[in-house]
């Protein structure tokens, strides 16, 4: 299939006003974490290749953000932005300004989003996206205001109606998973570690859906130190006959940075070479189904190294600059009784979610 050349395929969504956001030094979300993907993608020539270009974030639209929060939840925000005091959790801390830092590094995805409307891009990346654990009425798992919900609300305003949230990160995207379990038009598939000791302890197998959307919501988890061999099995036993069978017009994608062996705010230990194949998995289908039309929207991430190689893997794969990330030890790999598990999962996520959907 030949594509049509254009100007700039990638996006990437960048402002330094980003950097103002801050947790606090002893945060996984400090200064410098941003500016540092920032420095990565310049030294590694992505900013220079003719197909990538730097997106402007603007602040999400107040109508589409009183759309995916609660008043009382903004209210809340705006006050602790003014003031500097108050937390959103207990994981979360507030600070001065918070409001409107939180507006543009979620409103970069919106920003992103219609860009591809726009037919201007094919795909972007936010350093900054995947707020997936904000919920209607609150905030929580350094996420302020959920930028995967109202990327969906956007396109769904703008007649996109069969749209995939492929959420790789290693925490459950309990945010999105509440906004859309009852939505058909929405497909959500998150992968993430075991919910039974990991944040936000939520994302069941047995969590599939409500009403219509039954089968819609599809949740594998994965025991401590799972590693590339089991999680490309299971990727490859579950996510393509999903993704054919609901044919997305947009898929917003989570790529897992934080499953990474040497990111130890989680305990798995997938290397960039899985990140890597599920990127182009992810990237294919998106091409397949989708006119292209593919969101990356970072998540978590908080080693700089694993965080960084990532992205590269990432970018790699968007815009076709080659890019390969250092060789990657993992500290184990996958023993039997984590293949057990897995195997045990994936069945049991085929056979409460396939017959929904009538796939074989
Ligand atoms: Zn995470
Ligand atoms: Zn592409």
Redesign the pocket.
């Known amino acids: 299939m030949s594509q049509t050349p254009t100007k700039c395929d990638v996006g990437f969504i960048w402002s330094s006003s980003l950097e103002k956001f801050d947790f606090g030094r002893r945060h996984p979300i400090r200064v410098g974490r941003f500016q540092m993907v920032r420095d990565f993608l310049d030294e590694t020539q992505f900013l220079e290749q003719p197909n990538v270009c730097v997106i402007e974030p603007k602040r999400m639209p107040e109508d589409l953000l009183s759309q995916v929060h609660s008043q009382t939840y903004l209210d809340q925000v705006k006050r602790i932005s003014e003031t500097g005091e108050g937390e959103i959790d207990v994981d979360t801390p507030g600070f001065k300004g918070i409001y409107e830092n939180a507006s543009i590094a979620s409103g970069g995805t919106v920003s992103g989003v219609k860009a591809i409307l726009d037919g201007r891009i094919k795909h972007f990346l936010s350093p900054t996206g995947g707020f997936h654990h904000a919920m209607y009425e609150r905030g929580g798992g350094f996420c302020i205001f959920n930028d995967v919900a109202a990327a969906v609300y956007m396109l769904k305003s703008q007649g996109v109606n069969k749209i995939l949230v492929a959420d790789f990160?290693?925490?459950h995207g309990n945010g999105t998973q509440r906004y859309f379990y009852k939505d058909p038009d929405v497909m959500v598939i998150s992968f993430h570690l075991d919910p039974e000791w990991m944040y936000p302890h939520d994302g069941f197998i047995h969590d599939i859906g409500e009403g219509p959307s039954r089968g819609h919501n599809i949740n594998m988890h994965f025991p401590m130190d799972a590693g590339d061999a089991v999680y490309g099995f299971a990727f490859d036993e579950i996510v393509p006959p999903l993704i054919d069978w609901f044919q997305p017009e947009f898929i917003l994608f989570l790529p897992g940075f934080?499953a990474h062996y040497l990111d130890r705010?989680?305990n798995m230990t997938l290397t960039t070479t899985m990140i890597r194949y599920v990127a182009s998995e992810i990237h294919d289908a998106a091409h397949k189904w989708a006119s292209g039309r593919l969101g990356v929207l970072s998540?978590?991430g908080y080693h700089p190294d694993a965080f960084r190689w990532g992205v590269g893997e990432v970018m790699s794969i968007l815009s076709g600059h080659p890019y390969d990330a250092p060789p990657q030890e993992p500290p184990f790999e996958d023993d039997e009784e984590t293949w057990e598990i897995v195997r045990s999962n994936v069945s049991e996520v085929k056979r409460l979610v396939f017959p929904e959907l009538g796939i074989e």
Request: aromatic share 0%; proline share 0%; net charge negative.
């Open positions: 990160d290693v925490h934080d705010l989680a998540g978590g």
